[in-house]
C-alpha cells in the first residue's frame, strides 16, 4: 500500500504528563513526511485531528468517573480519531497515528476494526495496557486501551464510534512487556495472549520473537495493526516519554523487528506514540521515532 495518510493525535488527555500532545508536531519536524516519502510513498498529511481539545493546564488529570482521568476528553478525542482512521481505510490508504498517548489507541483500533473481520494487533511497548478503572493503580486511561478495545472497562469505551469488541485477545500479541500490573498479568494469563517480556527477547532474540509473532497471527487474521510505543526502547534511546521503564529495546532491535513487519506485507496500520518534546533531549526521541517509521516502510540500514 503505497499511499500513506499521516494522522496527528495530539491528546494528552490519557495521563498526566502536559507535552505529549506535541508529539506528533516533533516527530513531523524531524522529518518524517520526506524521510518516508524518499522510500517511495505518497504522502498525505491530514494535519492533527481538529475540534476542541484545548489542554486546561491548570485542571488537567481530574477524575471524572469510575477512577478515570479526563473521561470525556479522552473519548471525545477518540470519536474524531476514529472517523479519521475510518475514512482513511475507505480511501485505501494505510493511516499512520502519530501521538500523543497511548489512550489514542481506543480510537486509531475503533476506527479500523469495521474493516477487518480477524483484526490482529501487534502491542509494541514496555506495558500491557491492559487495565481498567477497577485494576488500574493511577486511573490514567493510557493504560487501558488495549482492554478497552479487547472489551473490557467502562462502556462507553468498550463500544467508542462502533459497540462492541474491536480485537479479539487471541488475535494480540505483546512485545516488549516489562512492567505489567497484577490484573493486568492476570488477564493475560486467562486470556491466554501471546506475550514477549524482555527476558524472552533476551533469551530467542527480537528476530525470533517477530517471526513468531507474525507466525502466530498471519494465518487467523486478515490485517494486523502495529501500536508502537516509544517506552518499549530503552529510556538511553527514547528519553523523551512519560513512562520510561529501565531495561528495554534498543534502536537497532527495534529496526530489525520493523524490517521483520514490512517483509511480512501484514501491517495495514500502525500507531507511533507517547512522545514527548518537553522530556526530550534535543527532540532526540522524535528522530528515533521518524527512524522506526522508516525501517517499518522499508528502509534497509547497510554499513
Not at 520473537?209 to 534511546?237: F, R
Request: include cysteine; proline fraction near 3%; charged fraction near 25%.
Amino acid at each position: 500500500m503505497k499511499k500513506l495518510d499521516i494522522i496527528g493525535a495530539s491528546t494528552s488527555f490519557g495521563q498526566p504528563k502536559l507535552g505529549v500532545d506535541l508529539g506528533p508536531d516533533a516527530i513531523r519536524y524531524a522529518g518524517l513526511s520526506k524521510t518516508l516519502s524518499d522510500l517511495g510513498y505518497d504522502i498525505n498529511d491530514k494535519g492533527n485531528i481538529s475540534g476542541d481539545f484545548k489542554v486546561d493546564v491548570a485542571g488537567h488529570s481530574k477524575k471524572e468517573e469510575s477512577n478515570l482521568l479526563n473521561f470525556e476528553g479522552v473519548l471525545n478525542f477518540n470519536e474524531h480519531l476514529a472517523k479519521s482512521v475510518d475514512e482513511s481505510i475507505t480511501a485505501g490508504h494505510f493511516p499512520l497515528v502519530l501521538g500523543g498517548d497511548h489512550s489514542l489507541a481506543i480510537g486509531s483500533l475503533a476506527g479500523i476494526s469495521s474493516h477487518y473481520e480477524n483484526l490482529g494487533v501487534i502491542w509494541y511497548d514496555a506495558h500491557g495496557d491492559l487495565n481498567d478503572s477497577h485494576t488500574s493503580p493511577s486511573g490514567n486511561i493510557h493504560g487501558m486501551p488495549l482492554a478497552a478495545s479487547c472489551g473490557v472497562g467502562h462502556e462507553r469505551m468498550v463500544n467508542l464510534y462502533n459497540d462492541g469488541v474491536k480485537v479479539k485477545p487471541e488475535n494480540v500479541v505483546l512485545v516488549g512487556m516489562r512492567d505489567l500490573d497484577e490484573g493486568e498479568k492476570k488477564y493475560i494469563k486467562d486470556n491466554n495472549i501471546l506475550t514477549f517480556t524482555m527476558v524472552d527477547i533476551r533469551e530467542k532474540g527480537i528476530k525470533a520473537v517477530m517471526e513468531e509473532a507474525v507466525s502466530y497471527l498471519k494465518d487467523k487474521t486478515d490485517g494486523i495493526h502495529l501500536s508502537l510505543d516509544v517506552d518499549a526502547l530503552d529510556p538511553v534511546e527514547t528519553p523523551g516519554t512519560g513512562t520510561p521503564v529501565d531495561g528495554g529495546l534498543s534502536l537497532s532491535e527495534t529496526q530489525l523487528a520493523m524490517r521483520i513487519l514490512n517483509k511480512s506485507e501484514r501491517i495495514t496500520s500502525m500507531d507511533l506514540v507517547e512522545v514527548n518534546p518537553l522530556l526530550d533531549e534535543k527532540n532526540k526521541t522524535a528522530e528515533k521515532a521518524v527512524e522506526i517509521a522508516a525501517h517499518l516502510f522499508g528502509k534497509v540500514q547497510r554499513y
